[in-house]
Nanobody, 115 residues
Framework: QVQLVESGGALVQPGGSLRLACAASGIIISRNTMGWYRQAPGKQRELVAIIATGGATNYPDFVKGRFTISSDNAKNTVYLQMNSLKPEDTAVYYC?????????WGQGTLVTVSS
């Protein structure tokens, strides 16, 4: 059974930093494409960062240079380091694992950027 458990969401001031973690079980993250998505109230879920099986990463322009996705294969965990946070980064952040026959989601972790 595949399980993705996100953690690290919190209330943070604009300009601050947070690191989210996604602990995976039932899969080997290095054999799948792992991604972070977010969904703000009233908006569609959007891709924030992705790391492919070979380690290549990709980001949309609105987080490029501020967010970094990484993985620790020994811990089977994916991270999202978020710096220079803005109020518009406020959302529920979800971890996703995609493979040949896999499309799994975590339950999400709330990030609120506010003063």
């Amino acid at each position: 059974q595949v399980q993705l458990v996100e953690s690290g969401g919190a209330l943070v001031q604009p300009g601050g930093s947070l690191r989210l973690a996604c602990a995976a079980s039932g899969i080997i993250i290095s054999r799948n494409t792992m991604g972070w998505y977010r969904q703000a109230p009233g908006k569609q879920r959007e891709l924030v960062a992705i790391i492919a099986t070979g380690g290549a990463t990709n980001y949309p322009d609105f987080v490029k240079g501020r967010f970094t996705i990484s993985s620790d294969n020994a811990k089977n965990t994916v991270y999202l380091q978020m710096n220079s946070l803005k109020p518009e980064d406020t959302a529920v952040y979800y971890c996703n694992a995609k493979g040949y026959t896999l499309d799994a989601w975590g339950q999400g972790t709330l990030v609120t950027v506010s003063s």
